[in-house]
């Protein structure tokens, strides 16, 4: 518990938020998530990180934040909605 309690007291975070936005592989989007809920990191900042990121697979992220975080359902089912339409074409 001290490492988060550390990163939501203290400017590191910002580092954490650009080295989260940089990454090549992975799903960093959850990690987004967890910023917001964990380390307290704003909240638009992950939904517009989630609604653009171009690696991983935003419909779990999309729906933790709306159940943890107060995010707009709305905003979910266009992430939702884009994902679907980027993978299958419809």
Request: proline share 3%; hydrophobic share 30%.
């Amino acid at each position: 518990m001290y490492n988060l309690y550390y990163l939501y007291n203290y400017p590191i975070r910002s580092y954490i938020e650009k080295f989260i936005e940089n990454c090549q592989i992975g799903d960093p989007m959850d990690a987004a998530y967890c910023m917001v809920y964990y380390c307290g990191s704003d909240r638009r900042w992950a939904e517009e990180f989630i609604s653009n990121c171009k690696i991983g697979n935003p419909t779990y992220a999309a729906t933790l934040m709306v159940r943890d975080c107060g995010s707009n359902e709305q905003w979910a089912i266009n992430v939702i909605k884009n994902y679907k339409e980027k993978i299958y074409g419809n």
